[in-house]
């Protein structure tokens, strides 16, 4: 079983759209969470990060649900600009505490 | 800040030679991070170190692979002799605290082909 798992999409939708990504993870000793957002060719480059009481940045909401190990990402009011592919990333948990990273949900945004 | 930096940007190589990616991190950080990705099988950890010491190297594909951090400034990434499947943009990240909180920096990457 994949440490972090997410729907690879695409999700195409159009401007204006709200639009809501998950994630699933399977080590419960997880600590830290985060999403980032990797454009066409380039780095990753963290958007968010994720806690407990759920965090809000701008159109962007980002959830955590500890019991059921999943994460969100909630965009309202897309914009052309997030079309992206957006990562999901998780914490190894315990020693040796290195991230995990999903592969990865491609969203467009259609005019 | 100047980021993390990497080099060379692209590189494209013939099968059987010696590859050496290169990474700055950025200054302070006392983590730093090898990934490899492709489509397929996404952002892979290679191996990681941690005030220029290596701590996990149990993602390098093979012997083939080395990296070493010479100082807390310069890291390479070293796959002798490389073979087609090698191909992958190659991710160096720095944090501060394993980024706890704070998640990675990566750099721009190297796109390498082995042909």
């Known amino acids: 079983r994949k440490e972090v798992e997410q729907d690879p999409g695409p999700f195409n939708v159009p401007e204006g759209a709200t639009v809501a990504f998950n994630c699933t993870y399977s080590?419960?000793?997880?600590?830290?969470f985060f999403w980032y957002r990797q454009d066409c060719r380039k780095e990753p480059k963290l958007l968010m990060s994720?806690?407990?009481s759920g965090n809000e940045d701008g159109r962007f909401t980002a959830q955590l649900n500890r019991a059921s190990q999943y994460i969100s990402l909630l965009i309202r009011d897309s914009k052309l600009s997030d079309s992206a592919t957006y990562l999901c990333v998780v914490n190894k948990g315990g020693a040796g505490n290195q991230f995990y990273f999903g592969t990865g949900t491609s969203l467009t945004v259609i005019p | 800040d100047a980021g993390v930096i990497q080099s060379p940007r692209h590189e494209v190589t013939e099968m059987g030679q010696e590859v050496t990616l290169r990474c700055k991190p950025i200054s302070g950080h006392d983590y730093l991070f090898w990934y490899r990705q492709t489509m397929m099988r996404g952002l892979e950890l290679l191996i990681y170190?941690?005030?220029?010491?290596?701590?996990?190297d149990s993602g390098m594909p093979e012997d083939r692979f080395s990296a070493k951090m010479p100082n807390a400034s310069f890291s390479t990434l070293k796959i002798q002799p490389s073979e087609p499947r090698d191909s992958a943009v190659y991710f160096c990240?720095?944090?501060?605290?394993?980024?706890?909180?704070?998640?990675?920096?990566f750099g721009s990457g190297t796109r390498l082909t082995v042909v």
């Open positions: 990240a720095s944090s501060f605290l394993q980024g706890i909180g704070y998640g990675y920096t």
């Open positions: 994720v806690y407990s």
């Open positions: 170190f941690n005030n220029n010491v290596p701590i996990d």
């Open positions: 080590n419960s000793a997880s600590q830290s």
